[in-house]
């Protein structure tokens, strides 16, 4: 029976080893979340116009994300990014790309239920007022759709943030990747991925329980 | 950017040199060989941690609506524990940790651990839908079953679950569906799956295009036969005048 010794990850290591690669696991889950659903609530405006050209060509993209594993998308982008632009590109940049598109397909589903979980009176509304098509949404549809949608689209990003673990495949320097690099100097990589699976565990649990609350007060308001 | 090749399917594995008829023999493997034994590696994780996470799923899902609290708490541990830590983390931790702090499991093949991990982060989401499916359906008919003088498990057995689990398959499928996607993450324990192959190939023989294509294509196919197994099942047990049912 092996015995763990957690007595190596004094906070020196900790902040030489891991944090570096818990920050990049916050910046890009924050990118990818805010580009992610700007991007994708432009998604799910073209998929709901009534205009073929604008809908085709969104439909085809989310559902070809949505097809297509994460890990696998990873890959695509790091191996097209460089021939697309000409020059190699860091991991940490081609994973920023990668999640903020990957992302704005599953948040443009979420979006697109939320625009169509208001009623249309709000939109006839909008044009009876003398609103154009723009002003009826950006000030009338989208802030409640957005409202309605707040913890669907949080536990979307609780996922994300789990996913960003998935940086793996092409070397990037995340929080877990700043775990195992510690767990391969100390040779204690038992004692490294089991700190790692709390510490995932602490943050999304707890980002989780602020969801649910965040829904009962949202509900009550309503 | 270049032209396609798709002669690279044809090379030798080892020596480059292309086979003809494409399917290396006598000891030879061409690179088509090895992507339809990835698939096959795929298909296997993906079944097996299917099977993992409908049967743990199910339990847990129906231990949450029962009226022991012991239970439910038993149900709802396990479903945060294993929805709130990354799959390839609980890889890792099924890979790395467990068999160092449980001996017996020493000797277990990766295959099977990245199994019962993709299959237990999965029976996570499963339970959440069953738990969902079992609370969508009226309070009455759970009263109906123990008032006919039946014990809460065959409330269960005869009662509850022959309507839930009708009105789960649909979410079910796209968790099907997911596991078939989530199991490239087994390419970090070095199972020879679709995504450990994409990476090695691409790098032997640098037509990546060409590999991630055929790969990607091979998940869609996968994913697309599920829906279709799990569509069939849900035409088959379709209950005449219930939600969903033809007439």
């Known amino acids: 029976m092996l015995t763990l010794d957690f007595g190596f990850l004094t906070p020196a290591v900790v902040s030489s080893y891991v944090l570096k690669g818990f920050v990049f696991s916050l910046q890009l889950t924050l990118i990818a979340m805010l580009g992610g659903i700007a991007l994708g609530t432009v998604l799910a405006l073209m998929r709901l116009s009534s205009k073929s050209w604008l809908t085709l060509p969104a439909a085809a993209y989310v559902n070809t994300m949505r097809s297509i594993p994460l890990v696998m998308v990873i890959l695509w982008f790091f191996l097209l990014i460089p021939l697309i632009i000409g020059r190699p590109l860091g991991a940490e940049m081609s994973a920023i790309i990668t999640f903020t598109l990957f992302e704005a397909a599953y948040y443009s589903e979420i979006m697109r239920a939320g625009i169509q979980s208001i009623p249309r009176g709000q939109v006839a509304a909008g044009y009876a007022l003398g609103m154009r098509y723009g002003q009826t949404m950006r000030l009338i549809v989208l802030p409640q759709a957005f409202r309605n949608m707040l913890p669907v689209l949080l536990t979307q990003t609780i996922i994300l943030f789990q996913d960003t673990s998935l940086v793996y495949a092409i070397g990037a320097y995340d929080l877990l990747k700043g775990f195992e690099v510690a767990g391969k100097n100390f040779n204690r990589p038992v004692e490294t991925y089991l700190v790692a699976a709390v510490l995932y565990f602490i943050t999304s649990f707890s980002l989780s329980m602020l969801v649910r609350k965040l829904q009962q007060r949202i509900a009550i308001i309503r | ?247």
């Not at chain 2, 890889?91 to 295959?111: D, E, M, N, T």
Request: aromatic share 10%; proline share 5%.
């Open chain 2, 1 to 247: 950017m270049s032209t396609w090749d798709w002669q690279v399917f044809c090379k030798d594995t080892i020596d480059g040199e292309i086979v003809p008829r494409c399917f290396g023999g006598a000891g030879d493997i061409t690179y088509l060989d090895w992507l339809l034994s990835a698939w096959g590696w795929t298909l296997s994780v993906s079944l097996l941690a299917l099977l993992v996470a409908l049967a743990f799923g199910s339990l847990m899902g129906i231990l949450r609506t029962t009226p022991h609290r012991g239970l439910v708490l038993l149900g709802n541990a396990w479903t945060e524990l294993f929805r709130n830590i990354p799959l390839l983390v609980q890889i890792f931790l099924w890979y790395h940790v467990v068999p160092a702090l449980i001996p017996p499991l020493r000797g277990v093949p990766s295959f099977i651990l990245v199994v019962l991990g993709l299959g237990l982060f999965t029976s996570a989401r499963v339970s959440e839908q069953v738990k969902a499916g079992i609370q969508s359906l009226p309070r009455g008919q759970r009263m109906a079953g123990l008032a006919l003088g039946f014990t809460l498990p065959q409330t269960y057995r005869h009662v509850i679950l022959p309507m839930a689990f009708r009105i789960v398959i649909p979410p079910l499928t796209s968790e099907a569906m997911n596991i078939v996607k989530n199991s490239a993450v087994a390419f970090a324990v070095s199972i020879s799956e679709l995504t450990l192959f994409a990476l090695q190939a691409q790098e032997e023989t640098a037509r990546g295009i060409e590999i991630y294509l055929a790969v990607t294509g091979l998940y869609f196919i996968s994913a697309f036969a599920i829906n279709r197994a799990f569509h069939f099942v849900e035409q088959r047990v379709r209950v005449p005048g219930m939600i969903g049912g033809g007439h």
